[in-house]
Structures are given as C-alpha cells and as structure tokens.
C-alpha cells in the first residue's frame, strides 16, 4: 500500500500533531518539519531568530509570517525534504498556507492534503499541562498518560524532563484562542480545494496512529 508522503497535520494545541507526526516520518521515511521545535531550537541556542521568536512564543502568540516562511523555505531546501514532509504546526494562517502551495508547486511536488486531528477543548487543556519533555532529546511524555519509568528521567536517553514555557494554564487559554481565529480558518482553506481529512485525536496513541495512516493509504 503506498502513502502520501505531503501532508500537513492541522489542530489545536496539544492535539498531538508531535507525538503523531514523529511516528508517521519515521513510517513514511521523510523529515517532520515542526516550525514549533525550529523555534525552540533557535530560542535554545539564542540565534537572533530564537530572540525575536521567544517573546512571541512566551505569550502564546504566533511569530510573525515572514519570519516563520524564511525559516521554512531554509528546512525546504535541504536534501532530505525532496522525498516529503511531515508538516507539524505549520501551517498556521492563511497566508502561510498559500505561501506553502506555492513552495511545493515551484518544487513540481503539490501538497497532497491536510489531517485535522479533533480532540474536545477540555482534553486539550489537561494534555498540555500535564506535558513533559526532554531537555536532550526532545521526547515527549505525560504525566498521567505517557509518564517516564523513573519520574523526571527520559527513558530514551536519562536526560531531565521539563515543562514547556507557554505550558502553563494561562498560556495554554491564550494558544487556544489564537488557534481558534488564525488558524481554524485553514480548515476551510483545505476543505474547499478537497484536501482535508478529519481524524479523531481521541484514544490512544497507537489508535489515533492507525486512523492517521488509513486516511492517508493512497492505493
Ligand atoms: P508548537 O510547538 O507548534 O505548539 P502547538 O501547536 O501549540 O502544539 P503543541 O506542540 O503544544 O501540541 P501537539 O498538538 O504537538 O501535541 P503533542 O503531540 O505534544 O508551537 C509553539 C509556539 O511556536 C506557538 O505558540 C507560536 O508562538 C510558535 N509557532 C510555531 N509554529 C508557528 C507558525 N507556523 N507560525 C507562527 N508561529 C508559530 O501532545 C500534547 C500532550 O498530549 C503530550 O504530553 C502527549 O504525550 C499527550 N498525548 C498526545 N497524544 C495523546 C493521546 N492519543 N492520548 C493521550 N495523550 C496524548
């Protein structure tokens, strides 16, 4: 069975577009591309870029267009991205999206579509807050859901586990609204050119894997 190897994976916060689009490169054997980790990355290493992006990352707010587009265009350019992308919270308005077709277009490789993965506001809030990560090797756990086998330590790699900055409640209500007026629009942006699939990001991790990967079977 052949895949799409083009696809963007659309939702809130804490929808699990990481946790699932790190499964689903490996599967499909192309990069993710998660504008979200190139951010941070920046930030860690306090690159101008990381300067610039942190203040907007901090109070929830998206990093403006045409710093997150010269960004993408860079990781676009690089070898690996020829074969596909897993796209991962980019992206994230309107005019990225266009910006995005265009890319791939002059690329001669369209997008194939975008995965809107749904999850209740409520889940949404509880996913977030009780989010960890590790500060070596940026795996992902919760500490109800997916805790670590020794409490703080990554499992992967033993490094220390850490919440993320814009984590907490406060920044979490604020990520949710701007999700709702920047980026909710891009739903109708792919459902009228017949490029959006909709999968439930309710159940487990395996579960919502499985859906993912039978809208996305191409014959
Ligand atoms: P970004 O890093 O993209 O954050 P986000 O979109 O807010 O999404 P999250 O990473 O919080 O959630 P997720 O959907 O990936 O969920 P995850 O898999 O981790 O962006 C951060 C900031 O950078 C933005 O606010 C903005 O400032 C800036 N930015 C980024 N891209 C930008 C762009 N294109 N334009 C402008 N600015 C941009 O899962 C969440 C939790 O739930 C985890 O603990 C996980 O273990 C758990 N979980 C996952 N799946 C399940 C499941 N099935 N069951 C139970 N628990 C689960």
Redesign the pocket.
Known sequence: MSMRTRVV?L????????????RLAARLGVPHV???????HHVSTQTPLGRE?DT??????????A??LSM?ADRLADADAARGAVF??????VA?ATALDQQLAERGHPLDGAVL?E?PED??V???T????CAECQA???????PPAIADRCDRCGGPLRR?A??DEA??TR?LA??RA??FPLVAFYEKSGRLWRVD????????AARLEGVLASD
């Open positions: 994976l939702g809130p916060p804490g929808a699990g577009k990481g946790t699932q689009a790190d998660s504008t979200g980790e190139l951010f941070r992006a907007y990352m901090r109070r929830g707010d998206l990093v403006p267009d710093v997150t993408v991962d919270g980019f992206p994230r308005t990225q993965l999850v889940v949404l509880l996913r977030l009780g989010r960890r990560f992902t756990y919760h500490l109800e859901w997916s993320r814009d984590d920044t979490v990520r701007v999700y920047e980026t990001g309710l159940g487990s991790v395996d579960q919502v």
